[in-house]
């Protein structure tokens, strides 16, 4: 296999500080380029049902899965993410600091230089794929807004007990990696299938076998992505640390998170 994964990455943060108050705010950008391509077919793939049949180049009983000619899985991904964010913590109080923040990201629909999208979409009634991009009718990362509140607290205003909390939304976008184990697609691949055969006088010639006993052909398409939704995970947390003496400190947190994904 062949996986070449470039990603480029540029970001800028402004901070600023009032008194007690402090807010930040910022940008960034990735830019996928990953260009992926395997020839784990393209020599075929045997199976023989024994040690004996497989010495005497498969009598009986053998299999065989190889890609057609002209079949090609090079497939060349490019995307692009875009994130902005501004976070503000208010010190309410001494023994009071409240954070507030908002992030937004947008990530392009995927792209293959080499053109080889193909969809289907109704996978129930439709007899042909379709040439297109992923994710046509709409773009699942729009909008994504991502919340983010939390506190720090010391009740009566002493330092050694102070009480966390936190709660933010985060996304998992469908990036180029997703896509990378789907390449072998249809039309621009196609694998002949041969289930059960005489291949002694073939092998270890795969595309002659084919050529003689191919019965079917094994085509794989991708389905149409346009219902899906960005996949969503919900994180909280919960924090209670007490000084003791000593120089001891004793601490009790709670961690979780919830995820989401439909179509």
Same mark, same amino acid.
Not at 15 to 44: C, K, L, V, W
Not at 101 to 109: F, H, K, N, T, Y
């Given at each position: 296999?062949?996986?070449? $994964?470039?990603? !480029?990455?540029?970001?800028?943060?402004?901070?600023? +500080?009032?008194?007690?108050?402090?807010?930040? !705010?910022?940008?960034?950008?990735?830019?996928?380029?990953?260009?992926?391509?395997?020839?784990?077919?393209?020599?075929?793939?045997? /199976?023989? /049902?024994?040690?004996?049949? !497989?010495? +005497? #180049?498969?009598?009986?009983?053998?299999?065989?899965? *190889?890609?057609?000619?002209?079949?090609?899985?090079?497939?060349?991904? &490019?995307?692009?993410?875009?994130?902005?964010?501004?976070?503000?913590?208010?010190?309410?109080?001494? /023994?009071?600091?409240? /954070?507030?923040?908002?992030?937004?990201?947008?990530?392009?629909?995927?792209?293959?230089?080499?053109?080889?999208?193909?969809? $289907?979409?109704?996978?129930?009634?439709?007899? #042909?794929?379709?040439?297109?991009?992923?994710?046509?009718?709409?773009?699942?990362? $729009?909008?994504?807004?991502?919340?983010?509140?939390?506190?720090?607290?010391?009740?009566?205003? &002493?330092?050694?007990? *102070?009480?966390?909390?936190?709660?933010?939304?985060?996304?998992?976008?469908?990036?180029?990696?997703?896509?990378?184990?789907?390449?072998?697609?249809?039309?621009?691949?196609?694998?002949?299938?041969?289930?059960?055969?005489?291949?002694?006088?073939?092998?270890?010639?795969?595309?002659?076998?084919?050529?003689?006993?191919?019965?079917?052909?094994?085509?794989?398409?991708?389905?149409?992505?346009?219902?899906?939704?960005?996949?969503?995970?919900?994180?909280?947390?919960?924090?209670?640390? +007490? &000084?003791?003496?000593?120089?001891?400190?004793?601490?009790?947190?709670?961690?979780?998170?919830?995820?989401?994904?439909?179509?």
């Amino acid at each position: 296999d062949s996986k070449v $994964m470039n990603t !480029f990455q540029f970001a800028g943060d402004v901070i600023a +500080q009032r008194g007690p108050h402090s807010i930040r !705010f910022g940008a960034e950008a990735h830019h996928y380029r990953m260009d992926t391509s395997s020839g784990s077919q393209n020599g075929g793939i045997w /199976n023989f /049902n024994s040690l004996e049949s !497989f010495l +005497q #180049a498969g009598p009986s009983g053998t299999s065989l899965a *190889v890609a057609t000619p002209g079949s090609s899985n090079r497939r060349e991904f &490019r995307q692009t993410l875009l994130g902005l964010y501004a976070q503000s913590d208010l010190r309410l109080r001494t /023994n009071w600091t409240l /954070n507030l923040g908002l992030r937004a990201e947008l990530v392009s629909q995927l792209r293959d230089q080499t053109g080889k999208h193909v969809f $289907m979409p109704d996978p129930l009634r439709d007899t #042909a794929p379709q040439t297109g991009e992923y994710l046509l009718a709409s773009n699942p990362s $729009m909008p994504t807004l991502s919340p983010r509140v939390g506190f720090r607290w010391s009740p009566g205003g &002493r330092a050694a007990t *102070v009480l966390q909390a936190g709660f933010g939304i985060y996304y998992d976008h469908i990036l180029a990696y997703t896509h990378g184990g789907r390449r072998a697609t249809h039309p621009s691949f196609d694998v002949a299938v041969l289930p059960n055969f005489d291949s002694s006088e073939y092998f270890p010639d795969a595309l002659a076998a084919a050529a003689r006993f191919a019965s079917g052909r094994a085509r794989v398409v991708l389905m149409d992505y346009s219902g899906s939704r960005t996949p969503t995970v919900y994180r909280y947390t919960a924090t209670v640390q +007490q &000084r003791l003496s000593g120089g001891w400190e004793a601490q009790l947190a709670y961690v979780g998170a919830r995820g989401r994904s439909e179509e």
